[in-house]
């Protein structure tokens, strides 16, 4: 799979929009972008994922730049319950049984200031 | 409901012992997964399933052996237990494993695994 990169670390005050960057620029064009986050001793969770198009869902948007070697997910109003550390991940339609597992990096641990 | 559930939450043993954990999901999934996350928090796959059958294994000891017994459970048994091995271990599922590219995968609460 193609490599993403995230700062390590952002912060952000609670009820204001946080965007989360993911730099990927040897993506490929049969690479889905895929955003997870695991909350403080927690199983990690599904956020959101695109292909071309930005996406919304309840939880957050996705922003992909136009030639995708960039996304940006944006939590529209932070909460305290969004502190947690977020993974870009990129995951390759055509890779067969490369693409059933999901490769986690560091991520961007986001904390939430009151 | 819970959705993948995992046990024991906690495991603590001594080494050289041989230990299971295990995971079960009620979601109709067929693909179920084991990762481990060291103490330096990176998650890393160890084994898939699909159906009961083992799609991928990546470089573990073979001191780790998965077994599913049906679709909705993937359980993992650890053989003479090593100080490397305390981590917390995760189970996951997915469904529809064509295009897993695309489908989400649900996680378990983890299992922390501690050998003394």
């Known amino acids: 799979d193609a490599k993403t990169t995230q700062p390590n670390s952002m912060e952000s005050n609670e009820e204001e929009p946080v965007h989360l960057p993911c730099n990927h620029s040897t993506i490929s064009g049969t690479d889905y972008i895929h955003w997870y986050r695991q909350l403080p001793s927690q199983g990690p969770e599904y956020v959101i994922h695109?292909?071309?198009s930005n996406v919304n869902n309840r939880m957050a948007s996705l922003a992909i730049a136009e030639d995708r070697k960039s996304s940006t997910l944006i939590l529209h109003r932070a909460t305290l319950r969004d502190a947690a550390v977020y993974y870009c991940i990129l995951r390759d339609a055509y890779s067969g049984a490369g693409s059933y597992q999901l490769t986690f990096g560091k991520g961007t641990k986001l904390s939430v200031i009151p | 409901d819970t959705a993948v559930s995992q046990t024991p939450k906690y495991l603590v043993t001594q080494m050289g012992n041989d230990k299971s954990i295990k995971c079960e999901q009620n979601?109709?999934?067929?693909?179920m997964y084991w990762y481990k996350q060291d103490s330096k928090k990176f998650l890393k796959i160890m084994f898939s399933y699909n159906n009961k059958e083992l799609i991928i294994n990546e470089t573990v000891p073979n001191r780790f052996s998965p077994k599913s017994p049906d679709k909705a459970h993937l359980n993992l048994h650890i053989n003479s237990l090593e100080l490397g091995d305390s981590a917390v271990y995760f189970c996951?599922?997915?469904?529809?494993?064509?295009?897993?590219?695309?489908?989400?995968?649900?996680f378990g609460p983890g299992t922390r695994l501690t050998v003394l």
């Open positions: 979601l109709g999934h067929d693909t």
């Open positions: 996951a599922s997915s469904q529809g494993l064509a295009a897993s590219y695309y489908n989400e995968q649900f």
């Open positions: 695109g292909l071309t």
